[in-house]
């Protein structure tokens, strides 16, 4: 599946990572239109057989990105992004994707804790969201939710780029 999502992952993950990285968001304009592409192509070359390897990925990646954007930790924007990456990729490629992605997350976000000195209460702000999902409680966080004025957060395309893109040369 992935010769042909090469060209217009890599075009749509650079522009989605430049305007994320100015803006802190990524437009609709832009995710819509590659996540219903990656359906289309997918359907009309691979027949039933590339619809449903396309689903899947969309699937999947609502799966796994859906939860976040759920918690609020997540925008909207990068569930829309990284479920257009599973249309184009398919589930194989994106669950490699997805570890990747989160890596490189893992490795930005400790970066922008340790930049702006606040790795500490990162840290406190992890173990109080851990307490607070074990009570039971599935609200949001305060301290997690992108809306709330203490929230800090992280430009995510970059790391869904960087992964999606590093599952290309994994497959």
């Known amino acids: 599946m992935h010769s042909i999502a090469w060209w217009p992952s890599l075009g749509v993950l650079l522009l ?19 996540l219903v592409s990656g359906l289309l192509v997918h359907s009309v070359t691979g027949g039933l057989s590339g619809a449903g390897q396309s689903l899947a990925g969309f699937g999947l990646a609502l799966l796994l ?58 840290f406190e702000s ?8 074990a009570k039971g409680r599935i609200p949001p966080h305060e301290d997690i939710r992108l809306d709330s004025a203490t929230a800090r957060s992280i430009p995510y395309a970059p790391a869904i780029a960087i992964g999606t893109l590093f599952s290309f040369f994994m497959q």
């Open 16 to 34: 989605a990572s430049v305007i994320d990285l100015r803006t802190r968001r990524i437009p609709n304009w832009l995710v819509v239109p590659f």
């Open 65 to 122: 990105f859906g939860p976040p954007c759920f918690l609020r930790a997540m925008g909207m924007g990068d569930l829309k992004l990284a479920a257009g990456v599973g249309a184009w990729i398919g589930p194989s490629q994106f669950a490699m994707a997805f570890i990747v992605t989160g890596m490189v997350g893992g490795f930005m976000a400790v970066g922008y804790a340790l930049r702006h000195g606040s790795l500490g209460r990162c």
């Open 126 to 133: 992890t173990g109080e969201l851990v307490v607070h999902l």
